[in-house]
């Protein structure tokens, strides 16, 4: 199957300091990410639909300044987690599907600690 | 707005029994109803994928139904085994690609 990959699959950073979190699909280009996040126990809530070569669709309630999405090419999303506070420590999730209706696939993960 | 409920939340069993995990949702408006499985602290591995016009799917051991009249859909995991420890989550596809996820359902299987 297709295959998106995730990096870092952990970080642990400062108060006040910048993360960048990269997804990439591997095999297949795609024209929409999406980024999600999971807190401990929880399920995944879906942060921002990013779209190749436009502005992101956030979700109610994400602060888009907060969390900068850049989609530059068709297998590349990062996610930017600004001025990083401790409430914002969580599991940051991407994904992709090679078209409508098709599996997602997911990638690893990361862990986000912010100290 | 779409919600996806799972129940039960935790499920723990002996090795070699069937597991059953239940998936409802409000909106049958739905793609497809997708099946994942998380290990602790991963990402999410595809397992099913029912379109809506389909009424069941099967991989292996695992057989999952759809419902869509009655918002429903259960994955059966057949002869479970440790290995199938896991936290598995169920996932409506709505317009645009979107997903939305239920909570999930903690399966410990113990040998």
């Known amino acids: 199957g297709a295959v998106v990959s995730q990096h870092p699959s952990w970080v642990i950073c400062k108060s006040g300091t910048s993360v960048k979190i990269e997804c990439r699909s591997l095999?297949?280009?795609?024209?929409?990410m999406f980024w999600y996040r999971q807190f401990p126990k929880q399920s995944l809530m879906l942060m921002a639909t990013?779209?190749?070569?436009?502005?992101?669709?956030?979700e109610q309630g994400v602060e888009k300044d907060k969390f900068l999405i850049n989609h530059a090419s068709l297998t590349l999303s990062t996610l930017t987690v600004t001025s990083a506070h401790p409430e914002d420590s969580s599991f940051y999730i991407c994904s992709a599907s090679v078209r409508q209706g098709n599996v997602a696939f997911f990638g690893q993960g990361t862990r986000l600690t912010v100290v | 707005k779409q919600e996806v409920t799972q129940i039960p939340a935790a499920l723990s069993v002996p090795e070699g029994e069937n597991l059953v995990l239940n998936c409802s949702f409000t909106?049958?408006?739905?793609?497809?109803l997708q099946w994942f499985r998380q290990d602790p602290g991963k990402g999410l591995t595809s397992l099913l994928l029912i379109q809506s016009s389909q009424r069941e799917q099967t991989s292996g051991r695992l057989n999952a139904s759809l419902d869509k009249s009655s918002g429903r859909s259960t994955l059966y995991i057949a002869a479970s085994q440790p290995g199938d420890s896991a936290t598995y989550l169920c996932?409506?596809?709505?317009?645009?690609?979107?997903?939305?996820f239920g909570g999930g359902t903690r399966v410990l299987v113990k040998p």
């Open positions: 990013s779209n190749e070569g436009s502005k992101a669709t956030y």
């Open positions: 095999d297949f280009q795609a024209t929409t």
């Open positions: 996932a409506s596809e709505a317009a645009g690609n979107k997903l939305t």
């Open positions: 909106d049958s408006a739905i793609y497809n």
